[in-house]
């Protein structure tokens, strides 16, 4: 037999990857009760030139999982994924049997074999924490507004948190609106109007005070646990009413006035906001008889 006859039997496995959902460049040593776990070996080869197909075994060889190993057990893949779903069913189980316990390491192998049955083995290794994670809330709107009173405005958020905490009888969390303004003591219920999933928070004309600003918050919280929450904060300042006002009047002559001209004398008044400023108001008056400025204050 030639010397180097025996390389077409053997198999080098790549070292075991573990990724979390939503960082495929990292390969962190940790994730969290509600997160995809990715194991990858497509780095493995044969040193079959011709013959490069390989097939994948993979196990979990750490604390056993009934859940994980029903999951890998037909996996032939070089990559796979085990989806949250699974590892929070797994978390669940560990947390009935290792009551107290903050995280478990978890171990999986992977035995890579050709198609002349030569294999290598390689495993890897991921710390699995067993306690739920912040929820997270993103905008879906604007965070800041400008609006004058006849103007509506909507405010949006999209959750985002483990849905595997809902029950038949709880959702498992919780999203609540708050509303504050110095100045008006009304609550958001008395502000808002939600939308069925009340993700969305809207604003009808008419509803706010003019020159006032108002601060909305969105807090999402674990029914199970409130400290676990995640907030968004809305701003909307309310423009006021553009006035204006022009008052003329003669003053009654006197007695030797009689027969002549009387003067007229006009008032003329203007109280706006700026646009990009609502509660920045302008106000100004002039005075002025037979079209001649009196002297005089100018601004109120």
């Not at 646990?225 to 009654?252: C, M, N, W």
């Amino acid at each position: 037999m030639p010397e180097d006859a025996g390389k077409g039997m053997q198999v080098t496995a790549h070292q075991a990857e573990l990724m979390v959902r939503g960082l495929p460049e990292k390969v962190p040593q940790e994730t969290g009760i509600c997160s995809d776990i990715v194991l990858s070996a497509s780095g493995s080869v044969s040193y079959v030139p011709e013959d490069p197909a390989l097939t994948y075994t993979w196990k979990n060889t750490g604390p056993a999982s009934l859940n994980l190993q029903n999951f890998l057990l037909n996996l032939r893949d070089g990559e796979v994924m085990i989806p949250r779903d699974v590892v929070y069913s797994a978390a669940t189980e560990f947390i009935s049997r290792y009551p107290g316990a903050k995280s478990i390491e978890l171990e999986f192998s992977v035995t890579v074999t050709d198609t002349t049955g030569a294999t290598d083995t390689a495993s890897g290794k991921v710390d699995l924490a067993l306690q739920l994670e912040p929820p997270f809330l993103a905008l879906n709107s604007a965070d800041s507004f400008s609006i004058q009173k006849h103007e509506s405005v909507n405010l949006s958020v999209i959750p985002d948190y483990c849905p595997f905490v809902a029950t038949l009888f709880d959702p498992g969390v919780s999203l609540q609106w708050t509303a504050s303004c110095p100045n008006d003591p009304r609550t958001a219920d008395q502000l808002l109007r939600l939308s069925a999933d009340e993700t969305t928070a809207s604003v009808r004309p008419y509803t706010l005070t003019p020159g006032y600003r108002y601060t909305i918050s969105a807090t999402l919280r674990y029914t199970s646990d409130a400290t676990l929450s995640a907030s968004k904060e809305f701003t909307i300042a309310v423009g006021t009413d553009s006035v204006q006002i022009r008052i003329q009047y003669a003053p009654h002559p006197s007695r030797s006035e009689r027969g002549s001209k009387a003067g007229r004398v006009t008032l003329d008044a203007n109280r706006a906001s700026h646009r990009e400023e609502p509660t920045a108001v302008t106000e100004e008056a002039t005075l002025s008889a037979d079209g001649t400025t009196l002297p005089g204050r100018d601004t109120l």
